[in-house]
């Protein structure tokens, strides 16, 4: 928990939802706003410009809003990849890197196994100011046409499960 500067998760209590915030060693709240991202390979080029255009208006208006990107699907290719690089059978070889051809193929249709958040870090110490902005902060991704949440504790688990763990099926992260 120190490494990952964690002290506490901090129930918000914005909604009914259970959306909490993390409370760092350092003395900051961390808030997590999960973005559910749309699928633009469905959407038109103007469309498209647009939501860039809503996402930089978001990022200019908010300062202290830091990005993270995650895959929220298991990642098989680096086994398949050093099972290619280390096996002496040249079929074995060849079956490994059509597998890595076919999963980059599943993962370019499936451009919504993405999990966006946006990061925003307040005084640990100032609360209730902390919830006026992440409300306000949501409202306005939320007018930018964005579907947004605050994380909970068990997707912030989650997210933390497919970064470090590389699972997203652990039912239970303690």
Known sequence: QQLLNLKQFVPLQIGDNGAVAIE???????????LRPDNISVLGRSEVLAKIRNLQNILSDVAELQMLCMSSAQNYEDNYRHLAETTESPMVKQLCLQEIAYLDEINIAMSTSREFAMILRHRADRLDDARRSIMQTLNLIREHQF??????????KRLLAIYYVGDIYTEHVP
């Open 24 to 34: 760092g060693e350092d003395g900051m709240l961390y808030t997590y706003i999960m």
């Open 147 to 156: 579907h947004a949440r605050i994380a909970t504790k068990d997707s912030f």
